[in-house]
């Protein structure tokens, strides 16, 4: 059985990743915040960590690998989004933001990743942005577009670091997601044109499937109509 680690997995995103590789046959290990219950099912397991604190992270990391011996799978949901112009963002917003876009994917990507190396394959999917990845978009949430942005740079150089080995590291773009937040704050908006988070996790599962094998996609836009 292929061994997967979700971060964020009580969040609308992470949840359906769950739900959808479970469906896949992985044993799966949800990683959540101390404040949360943690909740056991069969293959299923969640863990807590402050993914912002790099020894933690690193300890998750080692307990799950002692047990399960390999990591075919990380994805990486953990993160958040603020706005703020200019002239209302200082350096200790963008360092927030920082710490969280990019601090929580790093934490647990560089140890997965060794361990990928070690065992010769894996996937990893991170979570990045349109700002993200078109940072004159973020002129009005400069310390998110920045700290996306080096999520995409992240997995380029893991891309480059893996050479030849079956490792592929890769960055999904949502567009505007369906999740009962987004509703709340954007009442009017048409919700057709937004990407569902299943359909998030039903393309991260065919991009880390057999059919899949072959393609190295490092960017993969899910923007649905939004």
């Known amino acids: 059985m292929k061994t997967a680690i979700v971060t964020g997995a009580t969040g609308n995103l992470g949840r359906a990743v769950v739900k959808k590789l479970l469906a896949d046959g992985y044993r799966t290990i949800g990683t959540i915040n101390s404040r949360a219950t943690p909740k056991h099912a069969e293959?299923?397991?969640?863990?807590?960590?402050?993914?912002?604190?790099?020894?933690?992270?690193?300890g998750l990391v080692e307990k799950i690998i002692e047990k399960h011996q390999?990591?075919?799978?990380?994805v990486l949901t953990v993160g958040g989004f603020a706005m703020g112009k200019l002239a209302e963002t200082g350096s200790s917003d963008i360092l927030k933001q920082y710490k969280l876009n990019f601090e929580t994917a790093y934490h647990i990507a560089r140890p997965v990743?060794?361990?990928?190396?070690k065992?010769?394959?894996?996937?990893?999917?991170?979570?990045?942005?349109k700002p993200g990845l078109n940072p004159a978009k973020g002129k009005a949430m400069i310390g998110y577009a920045l700290a996306k942005s080096l999520v995409f740079h992240l997995a380029e150089i893991?891309?480059?670091?893996?050479?030849?080995?079956?490792?592929?590291?890769s960055v999904i773009v949502p567009g505007t997601i369906d999740t009962p937040q987004n509703r709340e704050s954007m009442p009017d908006a048409d919700y057709s044109?937004?990407?569902?988070?299943?359909?998030?996790?039903?393309?991260?599962?065919?991009?880390?499937?057999?059919?899949?094998?072959?393609?190295?996609?490092?960017?993969?836009k899910l923007y649905n109509r939004s």
Not at 70 to 74: D, G, Y
Not at 113 to 117: G, L, R
Not at 158 to 169: F, M, P, Q, Y
Not at 201 to 215: E, G, H, M, T, V
């Open 119 to 129: 065992q010769g394959h894996g996937r990893i999917f991170m979570v990045g942005s």
């Open 43 to 58: 293959n299923y397991e969640e863990l807590s960590a402050d993914l912002e604190n790099e020894s933690e992270s690193a």
């Open 158 to 169: 893991l891309n480059e670091e893996a050479g030849i080995l079956d490792i592929v590291t």
């Open 70 to 74: 390999e990591i075919n799978l990380a």
């Open 193 to 220: 044109k937004w990407v569902s988070p299943e359909a998030i996790a039903d393309a991260i599962s065919f991009y880390s499937s057999d059919q899949a094998s072959a393609i190295r996609e490092p960017i993969i």
């Open 113 to 117: 990743f060794q361990q990928m190396v």
